[in-house]
């Protein structure tokens, strides 16, 4: 089945250091790769996404480059904030072949979430 | 604000007991999802509804099941409660079938079965 491998936190910066939070999956086809971000007393939100492979996500300031060989989709900021603090979630949904009956992005497999906490 | 309602917040119970938890999307989404995030098994992925049908199906116990009304409203209804049932049961919603992504999440109901 699909699964989803994210780096095991918490992670903690000093602002303005770069972050990297490593993203691997395993799934067959050609899955379509999301982050999502929870800030601290909110629900989860779309971060960025790629739907193929060597496709860039980027949204905020953070990116993601979607690689098949490597089957990694990590993230990626160059100078956080403390406004980052928050927990990432790499995902993944089944590829939508032709849009067929019970295909859906929202069919997420989620990673075990990583804890980021960025200090002044 | 995400737009996405859910309540109650927090939702205590005894084993074997029901519960009804309630979404309600932002406007002028037509899909609702539900996920469930606990220790054990992380973020899943339950069920979809689009405009009052079942869209997509994932790993959702027989003693769970949902509805989504013509005010596209959903809920989610737990039976039979195991210990294991505790998590935090999160709605999200779209605007379409499923071809995008949800965008945004409800801020959670946190479910404690005793």
């Known amino acids: 089945g699909n699964s989803v491998t994210q780096m095991e936190g918490p992670v903690t910066l000093s602002e303005e250091a770069f972050l990297t939070i490593n993203c691997t999956y395993t799934?067959?086809?050609?899955?379509?790769l999301f982050w999502y971000v929870q800030y601290p007393g909110e629900g989860l939100q779309l971060l960025l996404k790629?739907?193929?492979?060597?496709d860039k996500g980027s949204n905020k300031g953070f990116e993601a480059t979607y690689r098949k060989e490597t089957t990694s989709f990590h993230l990626e900021k160059g100078s956080v904030q403390v406004s980052d603090s928050a927990v990432y979630f790499c995902?993944?949904?089944?590829?939508?072949?032709?849009?067929?009956?019970?295909?859906?992005?929202?069919?997420?497999?989620f990673g075990q979430g990583t804890i980021l906490t960025v200090h002044p | 604000d995400s737009g996405v309602t859910q309540t109650p917040k927090h939702l205590i119970t005894a084993t074997g007991q029901r519960v009804t938890l309630r979404c309600s999307p932002r406007?002028?989404?037509?899909?609702v999802y539900w996920y469930q995030q606990s220790l054990d098994q992380g973020l899943q992925f339950l069920i979809q509804?689009?405009?009052?049908?079942?869209?997509a199906k994932g790993n959702i116990l027989e003693r769970f099941s949902a509805q989504q009304f013509p005010d596209l409203h959903s809920e989610l209804n737990l039976s039979s409660l195991e210990l294991g049932d505790s998590a935090l049961y999160f709605c999200?919603?779209?605007?379409?079938?499923?071809?995008?992504?949800?965008?945004?999440f409800g801020n959670g109901t946190r479910l404690t079965v005793t």
């Open positions: 790629a739907t193929k492979a060597d």
């Open positions: 799934a067959t086809g050609y899955p379509s």
């Open positions: 509804y689009y405009n009052g049908e079942e869209r």
């Open positions: 406007s002028g989404d037509l899909s």
């Open positions: 995902a993944l949904s089944p590829p939508m072949v032709g849009h067929a009956g019970g295909t859906s992005y929202g069919k997420l497999t």
């Open positions: 999200a919603s779209s605007v379409d079938d499923g071809r995008s992504p949800p965008l945004h």
